[in-house]
């Protein structure tokens, strides 16, 4: 199967946060989410595992409490029921997102 971003369109999720479902099937699920600078991914927790990896930009990320500025080129894992957010600290930051099992909530 072939995505082809241009032809995504971007969804708002959060103000100033805006999420593409680039590609899903099995038990994975990829994102991509670009924030505004200041914009905020709210605390929060679910059943899935996620990896996440800043394509571009800087974040403050909180994992489960733990606050670690992170930049491009840098990941993150959060285990499934740990809580997490993020701020964006430069404008069109952006994190590619990748669960499992899938988010079946982003599906429409």
Request: charged content about 25%.
């Amino acid at each position: 199967m072939f995505i082809f971003g241009e032809k995504i369109k971007a969804v708002p999720t959060e103000e100033g946060v805006k999420r593409k479902v680039l590609g899903y099937g099995g038990n994975l699920m990829m994102t991509e989410v670009t924030f505004e600078k200041d914009a905020v991914g709210s605390i929060h927790s679910h059943l899935h595992e996620q990896v996440s990896y800043v394509t571009q930009g800087s974040f403050e990320f909180n994992l489960d409490g733990y606050v670690q500025i992170v930049r491009q080129g840098d990941s993150i894992y959060i285990p499934s029921g740990t809580r997490h957010g993020v701020k964006a600290l430069e404008e069109d930051s952006i994190i590619l997102d990748v669960f499992t099992p899938q988010r079946e909530d982003f599906i429409k």
